[in-house]
């Protein structure tokens, strides 16, 4: 056998080795291939069941996702957009007009003239309110800063809680629907705690095992379903409308009662002035009355003097009269002797010059 034909033969013999090997070795990943595409298809099996329960529902899952995105849906529907996470900036106090930033979702979607309620997004245990309804007056889309006013007039205490209110806001498109599971997680002390006394056993009530005469009982509306009583729900905007015109009504006729109420106070004020006027003028005319009743004393006894005077000057001169009078007539008797006198002397005078002739 030459040379070549051995070389041959030790190439084929390697390359019989080389195939052998590489043939068990493609034997080899076969095999595991196999393994893991049996393994992947039991997953993907798995997978899909896991998937099904996962859309449909199940009684391990519960709710399907179908289901849920029926159930939100529903709930977007009620509720509509909603912009969480908006920080207040500064607000008047007078006017309640300011501007939010919100920076969810990109882009926000909020638009000029829009009408939105605004809650604080704090717990209502911690202070969480409800601010108002406002509408969109500017939208500054490069700073994500929407400009906001309110929509209804509101109150003095109510611009002071607007701006001194911190945290984050949210902003809803439209007020929250009422439904039976809204307060569904609250405990009987949140409860008294947000609802006014009148409406409180509605809330603590609801869902809990009642008859019909406990209705009347309780004084409440609503009904018993199924042995448990059922609360009226409401329509919390026009509610929410109803008790801001009120209120309106209220702070006005507030407004009108402390103006009166400063109206009399100043009244009031002016009257104490008249009466301490009048009080200075009777102590003046009652000084002045003491004055004339003393002057009066003094004229009475001054003229009680003078008529003691007069009735003895009378008396003095009723005795001149008398005296006078007595007088004159002794006056007159001597004039008549005297002129009886003068006649006898005048006749004896001319008795004496007839002889003489």
Not at 218 to 227: A, R
Not at 228 to 238: A, E, T
Not at 284 to 311: P, S
């Amino acid at each position: 056998m030459s040379t070549w034909n051995k070389v041959l033969i030790g190439l084929i013999l390697i390359a019989t080795a080389v195939f052998f090997y590489l043939g068990a070795s493609t034997l080899a990943i076969h095999k595991e291939w196999r393994e893991k595409a049996n393994n992947a298809r039991d997953e993907i099996k798995d997978l899909q069941a896991e998937r099904t329960d996962l859309v449909e529902g199940s009684e391990v899952l519960g709710m399907g996702i179908r289901e849920a995105r029926h159930e939100l849906h529903e709930v977007l529907v009620d509720r509509g957009l909603v912009w969480s996470r908006c920080r207040p900036g500064k607000f008047d106090a007078t006017t309640g007009a300011g501007s939010v930033t919100t920076d969810l979702p990109t882009p926000h979607k909020i638009t000029d003239k829009m009408v939105l309620a605004v809650f604080e997004e704090a717990d209502f245990k911690d202070g969480g309110r409800y601010l108002g309804q406002f509408a969109v007056d500017g939208v500054d889309e490069a700073n994500n800063q929407v400009a906001i006013k309110p929509s209804l007039a509101i109150t003095p205490e109510q611009g002071k809680r607007l701006a001194a209110s911190k945290g984050t806001w949210a902003l809803w498109e439209i007020i929250p629907i009422d439904n039976h599971e809204l307060f569904g997680d609250w405990t009987d002390e949140q409860k008294k705690a947000a609802f006014p006394e009148s409406n409180l056993l509605e809330y603590t009530k609801d869902a809990q095992p009642a008859k019909a005469e406990d209705l009347e009982q309780w004084g409440i509306d609503g009904e018993v379903v199924d042995g448990k009583y059922v609360r009226q729900l409401r329509d919390y905007d026009v509610l929410l409308k109803s008790y801001h015109r009120r209120l309106t009504q209220l702070a006005i006729q507030i407004t009108a009662a402390n103006q009166s109420n400063q109206a009399v106070q100043a009244a009031q004020a002016d009257a104490r002035v008249q009466v301490q006027f009048r009080q200075n003028e009777i102590t003046a005319l009652k000084a002045k009355l003491a004055e004339l009743k003393r002057q009066e004393t003094a004229v009475a006894a001054h003229l009680n003097a003078l008529k003691e005077k007069l009735a003895a000057t009378s008396g003095a001169i009723d005795k001149t009269i008398q005296a006078n009078q007595a007088t004159a007539g002794q006056i007159a008797k001597a004039q008549l002797e005297a002129s009886r006198r003068i006649d006898e002397r005048t006749a004896a005078a001319l008795a004496r010059t007839d002889q003489s002739r």
